[in-house]
């Protein structure tokens, strides 16, 4: 029998686009790169560049951290794009229409375009999925999401951490998995991306409302409570969406909740603590030096539900306190005052 030929080329490496240098889509170019990728990142300023090709480190978010040596920076999309296998979008969820817009014309004919925002958009009430869609002109099968308890300074550590992949298409999760896949960072892969980027973008809001208990200082008890009926209006909205409810006891759903309500490192959870310790709207803003997400999106969460006939009190409450200027113990109060019910509606 004739041994095949092995003695031809090696399959070139997966190539990787990265737009966005922040703390997120710095943490995920480390993780493509320790799982053999080449990663190209994206970033709008030059001397950020400049630094992760020279010093290997970010030094607005990881001055302690050397990035692998397959990880380079630019400033031109198109030279960050070329001939990429994904295309990893890691900028604030409010910003994607605009930014993906101006680079369509660069992207890759066959990219995979990943989502690493977890957020809804306002005025559209869209997913970011459907916005990448809508925006990039591709179809479902050609665009995935990367969620689940991920905080950036832990991944860069390199500390154990579990994610989900999930795109409708089954075996492009499983190329995007396999292209992630390191001793430290193990994903699972999804097809519900319905579910999965409700879990993400619903868990800020969560954790808004938690980082107000906390700054209030109101308890374990409160904070337990508050998880497990904001776990609830999640999936009250997946249900009305078509989303598959075992999602939400998954690592899209329960694990980013419970991550972004207990870590100091949640910039939400920070975010509401400022808020529940009596800072201002503005005064938080000012002292935040990342996008709390939640921020914006409680008012696009807000609206989606409405659409959908929805209820979700909790939601509304932090609508009302972030965005009305409704004090605290006003909302809290409120909020414990409503009619009692049968736990499981």
């Known amino acids: 029998m004739t041994r095949p030929d092995t003695s031809g080329p090696a399959a070139r490496p997966v190539k990787a686009a990265v737009f966005g240098t922040g703390s997120w889509g710095t943490a995920f170019g480390m993780v493509l790169a320790d799982a053999g990728c080449q990663v190209t990142l994206w970033g709008r300023r030059q001397e950020v560049a ?35 296998d994904f295309t990893v979008l890691a900028v604030p969820s409010q910003t994607l229409r605009g930014n993906l817009a101006a680079w369509v014309p660069d992207l890759a004919a066959d990219t995979v375009l990943v989502s690493l925002m977890k957020g809804i958009e306002l005025g559209s009430a869209k997913r970011m999925s ?9 179809p479902e099968s050609r665009v995935a999401v990367v969620t689940g308890p991920n905080l ?3 991944i860069v550590a390199r500390m154990p951490a579990a994610a989900v992949v999930a795109c409708r298409d089954e075996a492009v999760a499983q190329r995007l998995q396999a292209a992630c896949h390191t001793p430290y960072f193990r ?3 999804n097809t519900d991306v319905v579910g999965c980027e409700l879990g993400g973008a619903v ?20 904070k337990g409570s508050l998880i497990t009926r904001g776990l609830a209006e999640t ?19 329960l694990g980013d909740l419970v991550a972004t309500c207990s870590s100091p490192l949640s910039r939400n ?3 509401g603590t400022n808020l529940g310790r009596g800072m201002t709207l503005q005064e938080t803003i000012a002292v935040t030096k990342q996008t709390a997400e939640g921020v914006k999106s409680c008012e696009s969460v807000l609206d989606l539900a409405r659409r959908h006939g929805v209820d979700m009190p909790i939601t509304e409450t932090v609508v009302d306190i972030v965005h009305e200027g409704k004090p605290p113990m006003v909302a809290l109060k409120e909020l414990m005052s409503r009619a009692a019910k049968p736990e499981r509606r």
């Open 235 to 253: 999936t009250r909205l997946g249900l009305a969406m078509g989303a598959d409810p075992l999602t939400f006891s998954g690592l899209a759903g």
């Open 152 to 154: 950036a300074k832990e």
């Open 130 to 138: 459907e916005v990448v869609q809508e925006v990039a002109g591709v």
């Open 269 to 271: 959870h920070t975010f």
């Open 187 to 189: 994903p699972y892969t």
């Open 50 to 84: 400049d630094a992760i090709n020279t010093t290997r480190t970010n030094p607005d978010y990881f001055p302690g951290t050397r990035l692998p040596e397959s990880v380079r920076a630019t400033t031109d999309p198109a030279e960050a794009a070329r001939d990429a």
């Open 203 to 222: 868990k800020n809001v969560i954790g808004l409302a938690v980082g107000i208990a906390d700054g209030m200082g109101l308890g374990d008890n409160a």
